[in-house]
């Protein structure tokens, strides 16, 4: 179906003027359309409406509303998306954003669907902490700005922007092996390198690092989610070791989830070129970007809609036909609770984005209206149901 297709569509869906055929041809080109395709006509129009979006007519407003529960589109997938002041909720027929298919929902009406138990459920923020070679830690969150200590030529400084970094002035001292950052539920932090190399680790993730590298090659071990933007260096490789693989590059920006409750490992390639290596079987991978490279005993390679592997580190949440399974476990380390499914749970997908500076209740709140599932939130612990 082309652009100008759609927008004749849903324009005369918005007045009743659009007909069965019409509508059958619609439902079966969304219902077929791959995940990849589909997040990116969503990215897009997004961005349009963000651009030239302004307030719905209130006869379409009307019609979302009042017709959502009377689609007669197969519901293989639900679409959910929130800006600030503006939340949008549209089955699978109602995809493209920018003809105004949203509905507005001020936080008083979001807060009156919700019933909690107990203190809300915050988004997560920069926590972090530091455990230098010799022992000692350094809570960074609660640091204060400037040099936080000084060891063999290295300084430890924590910025302005509330990042640390790694600064250098002997490059030939002695290597130390032994600093890890470790980040809690709830938490994520970026630190620099000595070498300039940037990293954003996700919560409940830690990386172990030099404080000067080697002079033949740059190494570091990740257990968790973290984006990578290594500084080029032609003479010493970058490389990241996880507890399945590693991944060597020159200079590149790449993002690798190696969560432990994941079914597999995710590498996923921005700009550059990497090479990833199975530590069980000497199998090796190369990457291209736009391309991630899912490994489990194996390699399997696709091309993707890089926004989708990042949106953490851009504070979304960004769902590509993701399950409810996939969501909750990103909920849980970001807002640091424990997820319980009771019953049948959906296995339908779920497209959207979300920031993730909502506190959890908003979050739930989105995916409930879809009309896929429940919840139930009792101190820490969230419960999800039919």
Known sequence: MEEKQLSEFLGKYSRNQHT???????SNWIKNLPAGQLQVILSKYEKISKNNYSAPSALLVNKIESGLDKLTVEKTVKVV????????????????????L?????????????????????????????????GSEIILDSAKM??????????????????????NSN???????????????GGQYVIILSDGTKVWLNAASSLKFPSAFAKTE?????????????????????????????????????????????????TTLLEGSVKLLSLANGKTQLLKPGQQARFN???????????????????????????IQSIMRKLARWYDVDVLFQGKITDEGFIGTIPRSKNIEVVLNALKL????????????????Q
């Open 20 to 26: 069965e055929q019409e509508h059958e041809i619609f």
């Open 171 to 185: 490059q030939d001292q002695p290597i130390v092996s032994n600093n890890v950052i470790s980040i809690p539920r």
């Open 297 to 323: 005993n194996d390699f399997k390679v696709s091309a993707i809609d890089t926004e989708v592997a990042v949106d953490w580190k851009n504070g979304n949440f960004r769902f590509a036909k993701e399950d």
């Open 81 to 100: 998306s929130i800006w600030p002041k503006l939340v949008g909720i549209a089955a699978a027929c109602l995809i493209l954003v920018s003809v105004g």
């Open 218 to 266: 740059r190494l570091v071990e990740i257990t968790g989610e973290a984006y990578f933007e290594v500084a080029k260096d032609k003479i010493r490789p970058f490389i990241v070791k996880t507890t399945t693989q590693s991944i060597e590059v020159l200079g590149t920006h790449f993002n690798i989830n190696a969560y432990d409750d994941e079914p597999a490992v995710a």
């Open 102 to 134: 949203f509905f507005y929902k001020n936080s008083s009406h979001m807060n009156n669907n919700i019933q909690m138990a107990g203190k809300q459920i915050t988004a997560g923020g920069n926590k972090a902490i530091l455990k230098l070679a010799d």
């Open 146 to 167: 400037g040099r936080l200590v000084s060891r063999n030529g290295t300084n430890v400084v924590k910025t302005d922007d509330g990042q640390v970094s790694f600064i």
């Open 370 to 385: 879809t009309g896929l599932l429940n919840y139930k939130i009792s101190g820490k612990q969230v419960t999800i149901t």
